[in-house]
């Protein structure tokens, strides 16, 4: 597989499911992501625990800067245990990006698209599985993979890419995005030579 690789495994992810479970209300907190015009996430809800200084396509697309949100708190008890180990001891991160926890609903699509902008060129983008089914694929360059869970996995998303839960169960994944010396970006950034205005992004959503 050339456009995802397998980070690591067994984590520890059941008390962050727990902890989602008891906390249903957070899903519904910030719905930017799936609702935009032309979003290739309406199939999903999202939970910013790490996200930009405002939702404005400036911001969003163009701003390196990343920030604690209020779930990072909330959630600190069970989502530190998991991060923290992966991030310093396993990838050691120079540059932590986003944090979310993103849920593919039942029967659901991400659609094909290509993470655009300054800050998708910057970060590397890795998903840590908490929940799926057998029937969960992500697929990146036209190579289709199932995520198991407990495992983190890296994935190209500089590389046309989506997902499909064709399962009866949601896919919940935290994704987080880092500057990781064994995943380094390209040096010259791939939006430089499409989409590289505000506009264009938006235009292309």
């Known amino acids: 597989m050339q456009n995802c690789k397998l980070v690591a495994s067994n984590l520890a992810v059941g008390p962050v499911l727990e902890a989602l479970d008891g906390h249903k209300e957070m899903w519904s907190e910030i719905t930017v992501r799936q609702d935009y015009p032309g979003s290739a996430h309406h199939d999903t809800e999202c939970i910013f625990a790490r996200g930009p200084e405002?939702?404005?396509?400036?911001?969003?697309?163009?701003d390196l800067g990343s920030y604690d949100y209020p779930a990072m708190d909330?959630?600190?008890?069970?989502?530190?245990?998991?991060?923290?180990?992966l991030l310093?001891?396993?990838?050691?991160?120079?540059?932590?990006?986003?944090v979310l926890i993103v849920n593919l609903k039942a029967g659901g699509l991400?659609?094909?698209?290509?993470?655009?902008g300054t800050y998708a060129d910057y970060f590397a983008r890795f998903?840590?599985?908490?929940?799926?089914?057998?029937?969960c694929y992500n697929i990146t360059g036209g190579e289709a993979v199932h995520w198991p869970v407990g495992e983190c996995w890296w994935f190209n998303h500089k590389m046309p890419h989506?997902?499909?839960n064709n399962g009866q169960t949601d896919r919940i994944h935290i994704i987080i995005d880092?500057?990781?010396?064994?995943?380094?970006m390209?040096?010259?950034?791939?939006?430089?030579?499409?989409?590289?205005?505000?506009?264009?992004?938006?235009?292309q959503a």
């Open 162 to 164: 989506s997902a499909v």
């Open 127 to 135: 998903h840590v599985v908490i929940s799926t089914n057998p029937y």
């Open 110 to 116: 991400v659609d094909e698209h290509i993470d655009e």
């Open 54 to 62: 405002a939702f404005t396509p400036e911001k969003f697309f163009f």
């Open 186 to 203: 390209p040096k010259v950034p791939v939006s430089t030579n499409g989409a590289a205005t505000v506009a264009d992004i938006v235009g």
């Open 74 to 85: 909330r959630l600190a008890n069970v989502l530190v245990p998991v991060l923290r180990p």
């Open 178 to 184: 880092a500057v990781a010396p064994a995943f380094p």
């Open 88 to 98: 310093n001891d396993v990838l050691k991160v120079e540059e932590l990006g986003r």
